[in-house]
C-alpha cells in the first residue's frame, strides 16, 4: 500500500506564487520517478513535471522558467514550486509515483485557483 497525500493548494492573485507538498509512505520502493500532473475543468489530466530517480527534472512547456520540481529522498517527499502563477494554472494538481515495475500511484489532489 502506497498513500500520497498532496497540500500547499489555494486562491493566490495572477502573479504569485505557492508550493505543493507530496508526502509518500507505505511501502515505498524502487521509485521510478514522481511526478505533478493537473487537470481543469473539462480538460484531460497533464503533465505539469516529474522527476525520475537518479535523472533530470522533465516539464511541460507551459511550466517551464515558472515551475521547479524537487524530490527529497530522505523524505519521500515531492515539491513543486509555482512562480508568477496565471489563471490558465487553475486545476487541481495531483501527485503520481511510479515504482517498480510501472505501478502508478496518485494522490486525492490538491485545488489551485489563480485569480486575475
Do not use: H
Not at 503533465?47 to 527534472?57: C, E, F, Q, Y
Amino acid at each position: 500500500q502506497v498513500q500520497l497525500v498532496e497540500s500547499g493548494g489555494g486562491l493566490v492573485q495572477a502573479g504569485g506564487s505557492l508550493r505543493l507538498s507530496c508526502a509518500a509512505s507505505g511501502s515505498i520502493r524502487n521509485i521510478i520517478t514522481m511526478g505533478w500532473y493537473r487537470q481543469a475543468p473539462g480538460k484531460q489530466r497533464e503533465l505539469v513535471a516529474d522527476i525520475p530517480t537518479g535523472g533530470r527534472a522533465d516539464y511541460a512547456d507551459s511550466a517551464k522558467g515558472r515551475f521547479t520540481i524537487s524530490r527529497d529522498n530522505a523524505k519521500n517527499t515531492l515539491y513543486l514550486e509555482m512562480n508568477s502563477l496565471k489563471p490558465e494554472d487553475t486545476a487541481v494538481y495531483y501527485c503520481k509515483v511510479t515504482l517498480w515495475p510501472l505501478a502508478d500511484y496518485w494522490g486525492q489532489g490538491t485545488q489551485v485557483t489563480v485569480s486575475s
